[in-house]
């Protein structure tokens, strides 16, 4: 990698965990991903995410969302989307982000909004699409990084993996399966849309 150009720089947005960011760090570290990621935001203060990217020595804030519970208000995609520029973010990547992005913050980063769903979408969009699944009782489910538009996992989609459905799976088991292709494919992803 070239020290001068430290390539594509990310803005990721979590609420949980933060292990679809690690392995985009991960990849990175592994000189497979020409990028760096600039800035971390969660809307959960407590989130790991946040903790993992201290770590690491990563910017982080907390998105204030103004008391609602599952809202993303205007005025917080607002300022989210300032952050986000502040930071130089080319590329805005959601890791398990809970709240629905709409204009504000898609106006600021056209066509630069993705996502990671556990899912073969469109089957099973929302949450807990593991879950989903193993309801159906489907054979087959999988994972999508799609564009984020302002519907709810509606957006083009980038690449998709399936993930088999094993019979005795419950929604935990086919979680974990389904994320070992999750921190595959992000990485993957990004590069394609670099
Ligand atoms: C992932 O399964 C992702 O597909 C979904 O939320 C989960 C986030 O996991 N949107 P993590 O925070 O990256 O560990």
Redesign the pocket.
Known sequence: MNRLNPGMILGIL??????????ILDAIDAGQLDARIALVLSDNPQ???LERAAKRGIPTRVIDCRGFATKFPDEAQLETAQQLKEAGVELVC?????RLVKRPLLDAFPQRIL????SLLPAFPGLQ??KQAVDAGVSETG?TVHYVDDGMDTGPIILQEKVPVMPEDTAETL?AR??VV?HRLYPEAIRKVM
């Open positions: 979590g609420s949980g965990s933060g292990s679809n960011m690690q392995a989130a790991y995410i959601l890791a398990g982000f809970m996502n990671i769903h556990p699409a593991w994972c979680h389904i994320q999750e």
